[in-house]
T-cell receptor, first 116, second 108 residues
């Protein structure tokens, strides 16, 4: 287990196309988070999963965005009808729920999306 | 809503000089605060959390509730400290809110 893996590392797409990103968390981590980071900003929360359940979604996550974690392992983030404003680094992170909030996230390297 | 403010986007100091990266927060209650760091070409990673009161890589951070601050300090900067630093605060029980980040450059 080499940590949190994200695929692809880079994605260039034309406006209006759909894209899907994948995140493989640390295997024993039951919490998985998606964040978005634009240039000059810190990471912004998008959504998180506890096992396969999506427990919270940010207002930033419009109807064009959907995330899944079907078996409580890997997760996908899909953006439909991409817009130039979607260009950003999409970060995935995972953590272990110990019964006490654990904010010691392990981040992946991110997927950099460029919409042209 | 909880907010984190890092007033300096860029900070440059000479090697061996003291470093202080500022972080101010808005939160009602007793916050748990964090510093994350991203070195060049590496992933964002946890540097330290205030609740553990530890020193990591020579860095410490003290929570000042009166000033609502959680500044990160190191007495003698090293070149390998050059990185992006993010202060973070929990929002709700499950997620972190990050500041905009400070890019620290240590000059030789």
């Amino acid at each position: 287990d080499t940590g949190v893996s994200q695929d692809p590392r880079h994605k260039i797409t034309k406006r209006g196309q759909n894209v899907t990103f994948r995140c493989d968390p640390i295997s024993e981590h039951n919490r998985l988070y998606w964040y978005r980071q634009t240039l000059g900003q810190g990471p912004e929360f998008l959504t998180y999963f506890q096992n396969e359940a999506q427990l919270e979604k940010s207002r930033l996550l419009s109807d064009r965005f959907s995330a899944e974690r079907p078996k409580g392992s890997f997760s996908t983030l899909e953006i439909q009808r991409t817009e130039q404003g979607d260009s950003a680094m999409y970060l995935c992170a995972s953590s272990l729920d110990t019964g006490y909030p654990n904010y010691g996230y392990t981040f992946g390297s991110g997927t950099r999306l460029t919409v042209v | 809503a909880q907010r984190v403010t890092q007033p300096e986007k860029l900070l440059s100091v000479f090697k061996g000089a003291p470093v202080e990266l500022k972080c101010n927060y808005s939160y009602s209650g007793s916050p748990e605060l964090f510093w994350y760091v991203q070195y060049s070409r590496q992933r964002l990673q946890l540097l330290l959390r205030h609740i553990s009161r530890e020193s990591i890589k020579g860095f410490t951070a003290d929570l000042n509730k009166g000033e609502t601050s959680f500044h990160l300090k190191k007495p003698f900067a090293q070149e390998e400290d050059s990185a992006m630093y993010y202060c973070a605060l929990p929002q709700g029980a499950q997620k972190l809110v990050f500041g905009q980040g400070t890019r620290l450059t240590i000059n030789p």
